[in-house]
């Protein structure tokens, strides 16, 4: 872990992510992590006043599952000529 980052870009632009940046709250540092960042946001904590809070990250699952479909998709995983969009499943 690292309390800095030295190399910003890790991934290809034109490729799925193979690595992502992750921020522990804890030691207030940065880990490379294997795979694609999950889909979300970051809002402020609640109690904290501080200046360099970290905020705090909720994931969009939805997101995360229509990436996962759309990546099977050419992959020839799913059948049918039309991606269907999860209706809650």
């Known amino acids: 872990m690292s309390d800095k980052i030295d190399q910003l870009i ?3 632009t034109y490729q799925e992510p193979k690595n992502y940046w992750s921020y522990e709250r804890e030691s207030r540092s940065f880990s490379c992590k294997d795979g694609r960042r999950p889909a979300g946001y970051i809002i ?3 109690k904290s006043k501080a200046f360099d809070d970290p905020g ?3 994931e969009l699952p939805l ?3 229509i990436r996962s ?6 992959q020839g995983r799913v059948s049918g000529g039309l991606l269907e969009l999860p209706n809650g499943d």
């Open 10 to 12: 890790i991934n290809s």
């Open 44 to 46: 402020a904590s609640e």
């Open 56 to 58: 705090i990250f909720i």
């Open 63 to 65: 997101v995360n599952k």
């Open 69 to 74: 479909r759309v990546n099977a998709w050419p």
